[in-house]
């Protein structure tokens, strides 16, 4: 493949990959609204649920969400305003935040489960078990290099 190719699949694939972020987000949002979530605040609960083994601070969540301190803590605020999170001070260094799921969030999400399964095989339909391999395999290697670009220097 020649270079000028090369270029033209990083250009579409750069460029794809905003695009599809943002209809994921805006057809997650019309989902969402009947559960009264936005798709940042749906996101948060789903890596709190699935990235920890305890209770994580905000800036570990902030980490694995590619977001700021101050953007968690906003959302985190109104998932706790709808009961479906905790603020909780760290038992070993009060001045450490946790953040925790409360009860509410089991029920939470099995209302949303089925609808949640229904839309992500929507996005993925026709995706054989390769390509889907194969995009994992991308996709982590451009989370790793935007990991490595955001060292300091």
């Known amino acids: 493949m020649s270079k000028f190719n090369s270029m033209k699949d990083q250009k579409f694939v750069f460029g794809s990959v905003l695009v599809i972020a943002n209809r994921m987000d805006t057809l997650l949002e019309r989902k969402l609204k009947e559960f009264e979530v936005t798709s940042k605040q749906w996101l948060l609960t789903a890596v709190l649920a699935n990235s920890f083994d305890k209770p994580p601070t905000i800036k570990e969540v902030a980490r694995e969400m590619g977001s700021s301190h101050q953007n ?11 009961g479906l999170l905790i603020f909780e001070k760290d038992k070993k260094d009060a001045r450490v935040t946790r953040l925790q799921l409360t009860d509410q969030i089991h029920d939470f999400s099995q209302s949303t489960q089925s609808k949640a399964t229904i839309f992500t095989e929507a996005v993925f339909k026709g995706i054989d078990k ?5 995009a994992r395999a991308v996709l982590q290697k451009m989370l790793s290099n935007l990991t490595e670009m955001d060292q300091p220097e």
């Open 130 to 134: 390769d390509d889907m391999s194969k």
């Open 72 to 82: 968690v803590k906003q959302v985190a605020l109104k998932l706790e305003r709808k």
